[in-house]
């Protein structure tokens, strides 16, 4: 039986709990997806205002359990989860939707956001941070395409990951002041974060945000994981993310 290893710092599981210390700060604010509690008659309304919702279980990574809605008209709505995809008229959707569901999880809903697309797929970003000592620092950033037909970026379900200079250049075509906007923002955003949610949680070393450009080039922060995997870094054609994550990793643990 496979045993998962205790980190010797606080982790905290719940999304909504992490969403609500976010959300109080009013710099963060704007940042934020509008997210709720899942309850059929809240589903509709937010379908109706944002024509599109991702509903996911408030603990559990890796992009289980999740589903995405998108409001098409004439009443019907797209339902995608990770291996199914159907259409349905709008009010046979919260049947099927709590089919889905595991009845020892609650679930949230989360305003859906058209994200930026790379060759046609869309991307999000993770951006990892750590605080070996006094100060948080980011010590790793890359974008995360979505395999093709996925509704999540996960790396572990078939998501790819590249160097974030990459996806800025190519849904900038190459314009460097708006690059460099978005690497400004992107920095002032997580530092602020981290500062955030440790005010709240003492005990914090590492944190895993997963954030989004949408196509309007806004920035998006989906969730924060007190627990990150960073192996998507290994991934990248340039391995020193990832060598320096893993050298602090081991420095705190």
């Not at 279980?57 to 159907?86: F, Q, S, W």
């Not at 003492?202 to 196509?215: C, N, R, V, Y």
């Amino acid at each position: 039986m496979r045993t998962t290893r205790k980190l010797p710092y606080q982790q905290v599981a719940s999304k909504s709990l992490k969403t609500a210390v976010l959300y109080a700060n009013e710099r963060l604010r704007p940042y934020l997806p509008e997210t709720d509690w899942y309850q059929k008659d809240r589903l509709y309304r937010m379908l109706e205002h944002h024509g599109s919702v991702f509903i996911k279980p408030d603990k559990g990574g890796g992009g289980a359990g999740a589903i995405r809605l998108t409001k098409l008209g004439g009443g019907i709505v797209k339902c995608e989860t990770l291996y199914e995809r159907k259409k349905l008229p709008i009010r046979q959707i919260s049947t099927w939707i709590e089919r889905k569901f595991r009845p020892d999880k609650k679930y949230i809903m989360q305003q859906g956001i058209e994200l930026a697309r790379i060759e046609g797929r869309p991307f999000d970003l993770r951006i990892n941070l750590q605080k070996p000592h006094k100060y948080w620092e980011i010590t790793g950033v890359c974008a995360k395409v979505a395999a093709p037909g996925k509704i999540v970026t996960n790396h572990c379900k078939g998501g790819m990951p590249i160097e974030l200079h990459t996806a800025l250049q190519k849904i900038t075509d190459g314009n460097l002041t708006e690059m460099k906007n978005l690497h400004k923002e992107l920095h002032y955003l997580s530092i602020e974060i981290a500062k955030t949610l440790n005010a709240r949680f003492k005990g914090l070393k590492e944190l895993g945000i997963d954030a989004g450009i949408d196509s309007d080039l806004k920035i998006w922060v989906f969730e924060v994981n007190t627990r990150p995997d960073f192996k998507m870094f290994r991934d990248l054609k340039d391995r020193s993310q990832y060598r320096r994550i893993k050298k602090i990793h081991s420095l705190i643990v």
